[in-house]
T-cell receptor, first 110, second 115 residues
Framework: GQNIDQPTEMTATEGAIVQINCTYQTSGFNGLFWYQQHAGEAPTFLSYNVLDGLEEKGRFSSFLSRSKGYSYLLLKELQMKDSASYLCALGLGGFQKLVFGTGTRLLVSP | EAGVTQFPSHSVIEKGQTVTLRCDPISGHDNLYWYRRVMGKEIKFLLHFVKESKQDESGMPNNRFLAERTGGTYSTLKVQPAELEDSGVYFC?????????????FGQGTRLTVV
């Protein structure tokens, strides 16, 4: 099976940088996804890592180290609208069977 | 372009009753997935359709749950009879390709409460 751990909650200030960590234990996966979910809304795709290293997408970056079983999502220039839950998920099999962590709720304050 | 839509957004039913959830994927997406989030837990995979065929239903909790996708367009998930532990948010997602790095688009979910 898979075991995915994320911090339950984090707080940060508008304009700051925050790093949300995700550690996992699994026998194999295709890639690691990060999703954002605002309360009561659909999870929306943020990023995907298949190889080790950093993927940058505007204010968001995601990093993966397969050997260390570790990923992080980096959010820069935080805005109030970034307050949301951030879900780490492993993509399994030959398709998108996603195995999610419990998510990290990020609260951005002025 | 319309996203993944789910109906109803909320449903409150009594234990023992039947409920049917509906998902309309993005037009042209062959892959449709059902997920569920029980309160306090992570989102969990239920099953995957490719067009009208069930590709993987390993996450279905038990035989009280029946998913269909007749014609390969919209899908329904029926719970019969519903139990208290079935309460949660049921998400549907769809994707165009089966490649592993293809983004899955999620619907807003149906919040099911069994009382």
């Amino acid at each position: 099976g898979q075991n995915i751990d994320q911090p339950t909650e984090m707080t940060a200030t508008e304009g700051a940088i925050v790093q949300i960590n995700c550690t996992y234990q699994t026998s194999g996966f295709n890639g690691l996804f990060w999703y954002q979910q605002h309360a009561g809304e659909a999870p929306t795709f943020l990023s995907y890592n298949v190889l080790d290293g950093l993927e940058e997408k505007g204010r968001f970056s995601s990093f993966l180290s397969r050997s260390k079983g570790y990923s992080y999502l980096l959010l820069k220039e935080l805005q109030m609208k970034d307050s949301a839950s951030y879900l780490c998920a492993l993509g399994l099999g030959g398709f998108q069977k996603l195995v999610f962590g419990t998510g990290t709720r990020l609260l951005v304050s002025p | 372009e319309a996203g993944v839509t789910q109906f109803p957004s909320h449903s409150v039913i009594e234990k023992g009753q039947t409920v049917t959830l509906r998902c309309d994927p993005i037009s042209g997406h062959d892959n449709l997935y059902w997920y569920r989030r029980v309160m306090g837990k992570e989102i969990k995979f239920l099953l995957h359709f490719v067009k009208e065929s069930k590709q993987d239903e390993s996450g279905m909790p038990n035989n009280r749950f029946l998913a269909e996708r007749t014609g390969g367009t919209y899908s329904t998930l029926k719970v019969q009879p519903a139990e208290l532990e079935d309460s949660g948010v049921y998400f549907c997602a769809s994707s165009q390709e089966v490649a592993s790095n293809t983004e899955a688009f999620f619907g807003q979910g149906t919040r099911l409460t069994v009382v």
